[in-house]
């Protein structure tokens, strides 16, 4: 079975939103971790990873998801999490991760956190 996913960046103001739509997990993980290291961090920037079309993400996914935090950290970046699908969110907020990752509703018209 090939799992879907889709991921988008755009540049906003702020910095970058890594927009994903589709499955996280143990088939496309690698997928997000290659499109994570092509996004340009730098000192302050805010990276917004948008999680309004994911569909599954399993313990794989979660695990991207801290990977995404320490690459963002790493480069003096800031990551927040948008339109949590409530599944995701309470996997997070079981696994103590909701403390962790600043989680942004989704927006009225844009998916940037900070308009």
Sequence with gaps: ???????????????????????????????????????PLQQGDLLTVDLGGLAYCDSTGITALLAARNHAQARGAAIALLAVPTATLRILGILGLDQVFPIHPAPQGDTDPSA
């Design 1 to 39: 079975m090939t799992t879907v996913l889709n991921l988008t960046t755009r540049p906003v103001p702020t910095g970058t939103v890594l927009t994903v739509a589709g499955e996280l997990d143990h088939a496309s993980a690698d997928r997000f971790l290659t499109a994570l290291a092509t996004i």
